[in-house]
């Protein structure tokens, strides 16, 4: 299944009607291996669009007043968002672009103490304060991970379902960040992504200088790294926002 998106109607009535773990495989069948040449596209796509968050001095304590607000959507439907991932006791997740951990807790608690959480960033600054935060919350299931902007520094085939919320428009380099991200997931893992819906015309001028593309963009880009596209999920608190998911 390609990216199809049907209109929000459609889809309203259609929607009614560290560390233990013990990983589960989401699937025996072995997938197709993305295109070779996904990892060659070497060009940033949007330069400089995580240089503060690489900043040494970055102010993490008000970076967390700003993702962590009941008025940020994905705040608000964090409870949607987790339920898309569909994860059990047991499963390794990733939340790749994990921030300040506003879903920390909840990964962990979904997939328990035999579970895995890898909590990946490419801020060293935000990283330190996702080490604090798992100790101060004894999150004894998560393991805090630096990752690069062409990679997400995770070995092959270690999750069963990784969740990229509000950060893949800050991949830089998206072909050999998803490429490392299918490596990472086991057969038949879940992919979820939640980013802004960028419509010249309607969405507010800072989507559209920030986020460099809309959906159809993103979903394509998903797809040529060799995840099939399985479903866009209304959220009713999104306005702005939108949750595609992908199986690998």
Known sequence: MSCRFVPSSVVAMLFVGAILWAPVAMSQERAPSPPADVAEKSSSVKPGINKDFLDPNLPVDEWVKRFEIESREVFAGRKEILEALALKEGMAVADIGCGTGLFLAPLSNSVGSNGRVFAVDISPKFVKHLIVRGEKESLKNVEV????????ELKKECIDA???????HHFEYPAQTLKSLYDAL?????????????????????TIEHVRAGKEVFCEEIEQAGFKFVEEIPV?????NYLLKFRK
Do not use: H, Q
Request: aromatic residues 10%; glycine residues 8%; charged residues 30%.
């Open 162 to 168: 990784a969740l990229v919320c509000d950060t893949y």
């Open 145 to 152: 991970v630096l990752c690069t902007d062409r990679t997400t």
């Open 236 to 240: 009713e608190i999104f306005k702005e």
């Open 186 to 206: 086991r057969p038949g893992g879940t992919l979820v992504i939640v980013d802004f819906n960028r419509i010249e015309g309607k969405s507010r001028p800072w």
